[in-house]
């Protein structure tokens, strides 16, 4: 089974940008589709974006549609979130899963087994 975690949180101005990691290891996460996630304090976890197992393939949010992107690199077994233009209400821990499943685009928490322990990130106005 595939490990995940996380890094690149941290605290930013708004208008800032981070770029968060998502490292496998156990297996090759190639075969897997993976998405991020993030969870506001006192609020539900949301769908962020996801990625394809090949990286052709990406879906984003609304909320975050070009200001987030959502990459991979199967040679170094890691996906990417480039964030920029950040608002104060893109602050919350953001976590990556993987699914089998990679061929697909999916949105829901519940069509991820795999979690990475989440990375913070605070956006300060």
């Known amino acids: 089974q595939v490990q995940l975690v996380e890094s690149g949180g941290g605290l930013v101005q708004a208008g800032g940008s981070l770029r968060l990691s998502c490292a496998a290891s156990?297996?090759?996460?190639?075969?897997?589709?993976v998405g991020w996630f993030r969870q506001a304090p006192g609020k539900e976890r949301e769908f962020v974006a996801t990625i394809r197992r090949s990286g052709v393939g990406t879906y984003h949010a609304d909320s975050v549609k070009g200001r987030f992107t959502i990459s991979r690199d199967n040679t170094k077994n890691t996906v990417y979130l480039q964030m920029n233009s950040l608002k104060p209400e893109d602050t919350g821990v953001y976590y990556c899963?993987?699914?089998?499943?990679?061929?697909?685009?999916?949105?829901?928490?519940?069509?991820?087994?795999?979690w990475g322990q989440g990375t913070e990130v605070t956006v300060s106005s």
């Open positions: 156990g297996r090759t996460l190639s075969s897997y589709g």
């Open positions: 899963a993987a699914r089998t499943g990679g061929d697909l685009i999916l949105t829901s928490i519940t069509q991820y087994a795999y």
